[in-house]
């Protein structure tokens, strides 16, 4: 008889992300420039990792390498057990759209689609039904205080309430993992500390996992843990309230 209790305990002990010493280099000229160099971690489910750094730090690279939109020189990038190392276009794109949920620093929204419509593109690219669609676009709004809006426009919004849909766009479709770049550096101080203790509150209450860069350390203190990054290099990995 096969052990379902156990697999399930397995499967729960798998992380969702898995790094293990990818490297990155670009050509500039007759040279190549070392954007990251062995950079090496494990993300839990349900754990939130702030990454910081400076400009130029390999922070984007490394978001981009985690999401399959580029690929390594050396090492390579694990989402729930998976080898993205080996997989061609199509299966990264399948990955992304059903995995993945991505929350941008300029929000990103289509301009021309509602709120509502916004937040059924994850869903129906994912082939959720239309009922289902309709009831989770309602329990979104709710839950990102914007009831009521789903029929407006994206100019008709603030800044901030821009942002709460793209989280809401970003989640909507269960990934496993989000990957966050800069969610609160367009928005003014007091707007982007509402839009971030919803986004923290957000993915506990889901159980999300969340991969966070930010220059802010106020944006890094609601993370379970802190990864520096410093030329390329992994140069602090920590708990957040130690950092």
């Known amino acids: 008889m096969v052990d379902t209790g156990s697999a399930n305990r397995r499967d729960d002990r798998t992380p969702v992300l898995a790094v293990a010493g990818i490297g990155k280099s670009y050509a500039e000229g007759k040279q190549r420039r070392t954007v990251l160099a062995d950079i090496g971690f494990e993300v839990a489910r349900g754990e939130c990792v702030a990454l910081v750094g400076q400009s130029g730090s390999g922070k984007s690279t490394l978001l981009n390498l985690l999401a399959g939109i580029d690929k390594p020189d050396t090492g390579d990038v694990e989402i729930m057990g998976r080898s993205i190392a080996a997989m061609g276009e199509p299966e990264l794109t399948l990955l992304r759209r059903e995995h993945i949920g991505f929350i941008y620093q300029f929000f990103n929204l289509i301009p021309t689609l509602t709120v509502a419509e916004n937040l059924a593109l994850p869903l129906e690219l994912n082939r959720i039904p239309s009922a289902v669609r309709r009831q989770r676009i309602g329990d979104w709004l709710a839950k990102v205080g914007l009831d009521g809006r789903e029929g407006a426009f994206p ?56 991969i966070l860069v930010t220059h802010s350390r106020a944006v890094s203190e609601v993370a379970d843990r802190i990864l520096a990054l410093d030329n390329g290099r992994l140069t602090h990995d920590t708990e957040a309230l130690s950092w």
């Open 155 to 210: 100019d008709e919004l603030s800044g901030g309430e821009q942002q709460r849909v793209a989280i809401a766009r970003a989640i909507i479709h269960e990934p496993a993992l989000v990957l966050a770049d800069e969610p609160t550096g367009n928005l003014d101080g007091r707007t982007g500390n509402v839009v971030l203790q919803l986004l923290a509150h957000l993915f506990r209450d889901q159980g999300r996992t969340l």
